[in-house]
């Protein structure tokens, strides 16, 4: 006669609940690095603001100064925008499934910085 250890018996609803565990941590770990990728440009961007303002205040930076900034000012409100859109993916009835990712805005180059370049983050 056979005996059954039913201790051992893998059942669907284990495995699918198994899987559901794996997809979370996958869709966990993306939003995390999505996050942290995000956060990364906006003190990039924030630190080279700073600096040229520190420039325009005490009247040494040039024109090209004054509108590299600019230009900078509207990157990073893409870039916070951003991260403020990834807040919100959790909430999606998609999550964590099948999230949808909010499109990433384009990494500024800034000479000041070149170890920000976006091959440089993480």
Known sequence: M??????????????????????FAAAKAELTSRSTKALAQIARIQERIDTIGFGIEVGEASEEDQAEQAALLIN???????????????????????????????????????????DDLP
Do not use: C, R
């Open 76 to 118: 990073i409100k893409a870039w916070k925008t951003h991260k403020f859109a990834l807040g919100k993916v959790t909430v999606q009835s998609t999550w964590y499934a099948a999230p949808v990712w909010p499109a990433e805005p384009a990494v500024p180059v800034i000479v000041a910085d070149p170890k920000g370049t976006a």
């Open 2 to 23: 056979i005996q059954i250890d039913w201790s051992k018996i893998i059942t669907k609803a284990m495995k699918d609940a198994a899987a559901q565990v794996v997809q």
